[in-house]
């Protein structure tokens, strides 16, 4: 019975074909659109979190200045790292981080590239692993040893392919270091930078030998990592009310510093995105609810074409429940076109656009499945009343119907 | 009361309708139409009547009330010793869909579906149906099962219309000038699948006409007038429906 109901709709909607198409436009786009978004959205979400984690999950960074810029604001030293490291709760670990941009060169190969001076354990608090070699030590790094760890990039621009670089020299400007170790390859950082285009050396080293006479105890940036489960935002508060007393800041003056802290941008990201999609949400109510209300419009328009049919069926026995299933079984086939060709259309959207977003198709049977039952509910919804008045028609009435 | 499920089983002889006093009043704004004004009438099984009449003397309301399709407004209707008038809207729907078959001056087929389909509308919801098939072999029309509506002629619509109607072995046919739309030659092949239902399974068949000629196929022939039966009579041999001329 079902069945049956369900081939004479298809045949119905073959016999109208450019109608049930212009009726089903509306539902097609809504779904389309939100499977779509969403699909992207995530893809792009997950993106942005695996960049986040890549530069270290709960990092704290304290910069000077406020925002990006920092002209004129004054840098740190290494007073500042051990106050911050004794008086402020919940810290694991901290390295001081000073970096500077010069020509780096082996033989005959030259980058311009990040040189960034630290402890060791910057390493643990910003994620880093190690491909080939070791790390720098602790004891390195008081003496100011002429060593460094290079990232991927900086292997391949500077040694080539197939080249030992452990025990190679690198020059830049006044300082040569020797390469003791190489770090995983990281890939893109949240803005797109590319992370394994840096040499790492100890902030000693790079102080002494890079670095002017007058900036020669200047940090640039100090790395904090909480301890797991405690929360960052003490952290960020405790170490700007410190920073602020060290520096004299009155109550009404600004901070000259700021903090920046990785697990609040993945925060900021999720929720933006949350906004994102309760607003398509809206979007997508309303492009349904109008799909509906098509389909309501087209079925009124056939329980009025098919009186006579209703009629027959009506005057040959058939009971009004039987009618109204008939053409609410019309509606939902309808409409559930209409959402299946939408879920098609968002997968050949979704595989575009992914290359577009440069986010990867992450295909979430979630979303596809409840977009397509909102689509059949939307035919029930909106072909209830239409098959209601089919199946209340008085039979003689509706034969004598031209 | 019609019961739920089974319909009284099929006799081969004895009263099918007893109408008694019927009378039917459309209201249409402030007019009353009296379309039936006190039909007596006893139909029996087997038989093959003729409804002459004028254009608006009540022979179609006189049709559908028989077939459960509307009621009257006062009067007695015993459907084999089951009490129609006064039944509740469902009741009525059974007794369509179990004991009645309907063909009308349209031939009333579904555009979107075969013959087969067309027929077998009526086979999935009755209790004991024949196949589309052999519904269709009876009326003729064995070779064209596959065809849409706006593929057949005219005769060949309501031969399948007629097929439909007597799929569910009905216990009465009801036929609302059957030919009204067709020709001669096709009415009578129309006709002559009617007779055959009539013959073949025994049906009690209730043919509505205004042409006199086709009177001569009937068992009995009753006229009706202004909502009245007002003559009535009994041919001695029936004439078969392929030389019916007019
Ligand atoms: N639904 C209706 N509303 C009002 N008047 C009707 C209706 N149906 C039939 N009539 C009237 O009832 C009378 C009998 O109609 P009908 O039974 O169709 O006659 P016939 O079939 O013999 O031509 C006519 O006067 C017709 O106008
Ligand atoms: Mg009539």
Known sequence: MFFNAFIIALREIRRNLTRAFLTVVGIVIGVAAVVTMVTLGRGATEVVKAQISNIGSNLLILRPGQGWGHSG?????????????????????????????????????????????????????????????????????????????????????????????????????GMSVVVVG???????????????????????T??????????????????????????????????????????????????NFSVFDSLQLADAISSSTRVMTSLLGWVAGVSLLVGGIGIMNIMLVSVTERTREIGIRLAIGARAREVLLQFLVEAVTLSCVGGVTGIALAYVFCSLGAEAVGAPFLF???????????????????????????ASLDPIEALRHE | MIPRATPPPPTATGVVFEARKLRKVYHTGELDVVALHG?????????????????????????????????????????????????????????RRNCVGFVFQFYNLIPSLTARENVALITGISLDPMTSEEALEMVGLGARMDHFPSQLSGGEQQ??????????????????????????????????????????????????????????????????????IVNSHRNETRLPASQLKW
């Not at chain 1, 919940?90 to 960034?116: C, E, K, M, W, Y």
């Not at chain 1, 354990?121 to 790094?141: H, L, S």
């Not at chain 1, 803005?191 to 000693?204: A, E, M, S």
Request: charged fraction near 25%.
């Open chain 1, 73 to 173: 604001a004054p840098m740190f030293n290494k007073s500042d790292l051990r106050t911050i490291k004794d008086q402020v709760p919940g810290i694991h670990a901290l390295a001081p981080f000073v970096n500077t941009n010069v020509p780096a060169v082996h033989l005959d190969n030259v980058r311009n590239t990040d040189i960034q001076g630290t402890t060791s354990n910057y390493f643990e608090i910003a994620n880093w692993k190690i491909a080939m070699g070791r790390f720098f030590t602790d004891a390195e790094v008081l003496e100011g040893a002429s060593v460094c760890v290079i990232g991927e990039t900086i292997r391949k621009e500077l040694f080539g392919k197939g080249v030992d670089p452990i025990g190679g020299k690198i020059r830049c400007k």
């Open chain 1, 182 to 204: 190489v770090t995983a390859v990281k890939g893109q950082g949240g803005f797109g930078d590319d992370l394994d285009d840096n040499i790492i050396v100890p902030y000693t």
């Open chain 1, 206 to 255: 790079l102080q002494r030998r890079l670095t002017g006479q007058a900036k020669k105890d200047n940090i640039n940036q100090i790395m904090i990592s909480g301890e797991t489960g405690y929360p960052t935002a003490n952290i960020v508060a405790d170490v700007s009310s410190l920073m602020r007393e060290r520096r004299g800041l009155t109550h009404n003056e600004e901070n």
């Open chain 1, 364 to 390: 979430d049977p979630k979303i596809n499945l409840i977009a397509f039952v909102f689509s059949a509910a939307i035919g029930i919804i909106f072909g209830f009343m239409p098959a209601r008045r089919a």
């Open chain 2, 39 to 95: 039909v007596d009438l006893e139909l029996n099984a087997g038989e093959l009547v003729c409804l002459l009449g004028a254009s608006g003397s009540g022979k179609s309301t006189l049709l559908n009330i028989l077939g459960g399709l509307d009621v009257p407004t006062s009067g007695e209707l015993i459907y084999k010793g089951w009490q129609l008038d006064g039944s509740r809207e469902e009741t009525l729907t059974l007794f």
């Open chain 2, 159 to 228: 031969r399948v219309a007629i097929a439909r109607a007597i799929a569910k072995r009905p216990e009465v046919l009801l036929c609302d000038e059957p030919t009204g739309a067709l020709d001669v030659t096709t009415g009578i092949t129309v006709l002559e699948a009617v007779e055959r239902i009539n013959r073949e399974l025994g049906t009690l068949t209730v043919v509505i006409t205004h042409n006199a000629v086709m009177s001569e196929m009937a068992d009995r022939v009753l006229y009706l007038s202004d909502g009245k």
